[in-house]
Nanobody
Framework: QVPVVESGGGLVQAGGSLRLSCVPSGGSFFNKILGWFRQVPGAEREFVASISWSGSYARYAESVKGRFTISRDNADHILYLQMNNLKPEDTAIYYC???????????????????WGQGTQVTVSS
């Protein structure tokens, strides 16, 4: 399993945008499904979005559909999460994750991802 490192979090006003990035630390994302999850204190880590190895398939949580876009650059081994029209309820620590599973049904469950980053804080002020 390859460690991953997230970046791009910060403080933004409601309605603003941020782009998160994730890169492997000392390895690659070759043939891996990638995803973003988020967590607030006292709550379970929840699914945000995932993307297949080819980038052709993606799945989103209902709460972010139409506002967030997950994408990947396989040449440079970078995963992105473009977040637009941010809301205060999007405030959380955002985690990048990698999965060895195949994209048969979409891969969205936390237990399907075996590699996690340390997270990056996103704070949306009202």
């Amino acid at each position: 399993q390859v460690p991953v490192v997230e970046s791009g979090g910060g403080l933004v006003q409601a309605g603003g945008s941020l782009r998160l990035s994730c890169v492997p630390s000392g390895g690659s994302f070759f043939n891996k499904i990638l995803g973003w999850f988020r967590q607030v204190p006292g709550a379970e880590r929840e699914f945000v979005a995932s993307i297949s190895w080819s980038g052709s398939y993606a799945r989103y949580a209902e709460s972010v559909k139409g506002r967030f876009t997950i994408s990947r650059d396989n040449a440079d081994h970078i995963l992105y999460l473009q977040m637009n029209n941010l809301k205060p309820e999007d405030t959380a620590i955002y985690y990048c994750a990698a999965s060895e599973k195949a994209w048969g049904p979409p891969v969205t469950a936390r237990e399907d991802f075996g590699t996690w980053g340390q997270g990056t804080q996103v704070t949306v002020s009202s």
